[in-house]
Antibody, heavy 114, light 112 residues
Framework: EVQLVESGGSLVQPGGSLKLSCVASGFTFSNYWMDWVRQTPGKSLEWIGEINTDGSKTNYAPSIKDRFTISRDNAKSTLYLQMSNVKSDDTAIYYC???????WGQGVMVTVSS | DVVLTQTPVSLLISLGGQASISCRSSQSLVHSNGNTYLHWYLQKPGQSPQLLIYQVSNRFSGIPDRFSGSGSGTDFTLKISRVEPEDLGVYYCLQRTHNPYTFGAGTKLELK
């Protein structure tokens, strides 16, 4: 059974940094592109970015480019989202997804507030 | 960025009835490889989104044939026949043809 478990969410101050993790199990992690998607309190979904199988290629949404970085550790079957210079608009539930949205984690909450 | 406009915003449907949701794109979703990467998701209350339909009309594994997708180019439709209680939630369309990938704003399906 495919499982994606996000962690690392918390309350962070504007301008601060946070790193989210997503531990994968039930499939060969290194074979799949992975994405991060977020859902704001207003409930809309926003694609953040994706990473290829060996971590050599990433694509990002313009709204977070140069502030967020997606990486992965295939040996640990773990996907990461490094968030920097966060803003109040980054307050959301963050999901990792496999295979372009076939499988989703349960999500982790990030709140940006002073 | 590609804008996906979903209508209606909400739907009140009786059990056993039929629902139809439209997703219109600001530009063609036909990829240069000829495929159309328009997918449909259902987010049930308190859950993560789940894939229903991929590439316009293909039901994902385990999705009942009450769900059907159609369309081409810029206009797409999700139909749900014989609505059951477990179909309630918010439906989203997603395009993965053009980077950045974008979602529609969602359509909430509720019982009449």
């Amino acid at each position: 059974e495919v499982q994606l478990v996000e962690s690392g969410g918390s309350l962070v101050q504007p301008g601060g940094s946070l790193k989210l993790s997503c531990v994968a199990s039930g499939f060969t992690f290194s074979n799949y592109w992975m994405d991060w998607v977020r859902q704001t309190p207003g409930k809309s979904l926003e694609w953040i970015g994706e990473i290829n199988t060996d971590g050599s290629k990433t694509n990002y949404a313009p709204s977070i480019k140069d502030r967020f970085t997606i990486s992965r550790d295939n040996a640990k079957s773990t996907l990461y989202l490094q968030m920097s210079n966060v803003k109040s608009d980054d307050t959301a539930i963050y999901y990792c997804t496999r295979k372009g949205g076939v499988d989703w984690g349960q999500g982790v909450m990030v709140t940006v507030s002073s | 960025d590609v804008v996906l406009t979903q209508t209606p915003v909400s739907l009140l449907i009786s059990l056993g009835g039929q629902a139809s949701i439209s997703c219109r794109s600001s530009q063609s979703l036909v990829h240069s490889n000829g495929n159309t990467y328009l997918h449909w998701y259902l987010q049930k209350p308190g859950q993560s989104p789940q894939l229903l339909i991929y590439q316009v009309s293909n039901r994902f594994s385990g999705i009942p044939d009450r769900f059907s997708g159609s369309g081409s180019g810029t206009d797409f439709t999700l139909k749900i026949s014989r609505v059951e209680p477990e179909d309630l939630g918010v439906y989203y369309c997603l395009q993965r043809t053009h980077n950045p990938y974008t979602f529609g704003a969602g359509t909430k399906l509720e019982l009449k």
